[in-house]
């Protein structure tokens, strides 16, 4: 079955370190990957997607992240971090069945040392 | 474009009685919708899956007859949660595919906090 796994829990870095959150799929085929950011008690935000071409892939607030297919990997990076980072973050992967569902990573949550 | 509203942003209601939670593309038609739910510091859990003119399809462990969904038009879905009680308490958040075969990004309302007394 297709699966999302997103190693770290909980990570904390200091404001102005950089950043790189794991994600690693199982799906046999070219995956179509995304990754959101949730701040608290507020709905999900696209940060970037991966669907084919150049594997690596700019997003929004500086994000950006790397396709790597022989790692099954696709880690979200930030060079320089900056406290409003500070959030809830989840890999996804779109499902091979018809109804093309997203399975999702259980999220890592990001806090921000001054 | 790609803009998904939810109404209500928050809803209170005392225990046994019933909440319909809409979704709506705004700029776009959705064959597809999705229906979410979220508990604190945890992961989005699919609930079902909503496709216009067609009864949804609940993922395992989902009651049907507790959270009916209904997807009459292309930009309209709704949630209703049947005899609410306190353990239904939580996030609900929608998202809507674009029509087309080939589209595989969903995109996503704000959410629903439900909060059953």
């Known amino acids: 079955a297709q699966s999302v796994t997103q190693p770290d829990i909980h990570i904390t870095v200091s404001e102005g370190a950089s950043l790189e959150l794991r994600c690693n799929y199982s799906y046999g085929a070219t995956p179509y990957l995304f990754w959101y950011v949730q701040s608290p008690g507020q709905g999900l935000q696209l940060l970037l997607k991966y669907f084919s071409g150049d594997t690596l892939v700019q997003g929004i607030k500086g994000f950006e992240a790397e396709f790597k297919r022989s790692q099954s990997s696709f880690n979200l990076r930030k060079p320089s971090v900056h406290w409003s980072d500070a959030a809830e973050y989840f890999c996804?992967?779109?499902?091979?069945?018809?109804?093309?569902?997203?399975?999702w990573g259980l999220g890592t949550s990001l806090a921000v040392n001054p | 474009g790609a803009v998904v509203s939810q109404h209500p942003s928050r809803v209170i209601c005392k225990s046994g009685t019933s909440v319909k939670i809409e979704c709506r593309s705004l700029d776009f038609q959705a064959t597809t919708m999705f229906w979410y739910r979220q508990f604190p510091k945890q992961s989005l859990m699919l609930m079902a899956t909503s496709n216009e003119g067609s009864k949804a399809t609940y993922e395992q462990g989902v009651e049907k007859d507790k959270f009916l969904i209904n997807h009459a038009s292309l930009t309209l879905s709704t949630l209703t949660v049947t005899s609410a009680h306190p353990e239904d308490s939580s996030f609900y958040i929608c998202?809507?595919?674009?029509?087309?075969?080939?589209?595989?990004?969903?995109?996503f309302g704000p959410g629903t906090r439900l909060t059953v007394l």
């Open positions: 998202s809507a595919r674009v029509s087309g075969r080939n589209n595989n990004e969903q995109f």
């Open positions: 996804a992967v779109v499902s091979a069945g018809n109804n093309r569902k997203l399975i």
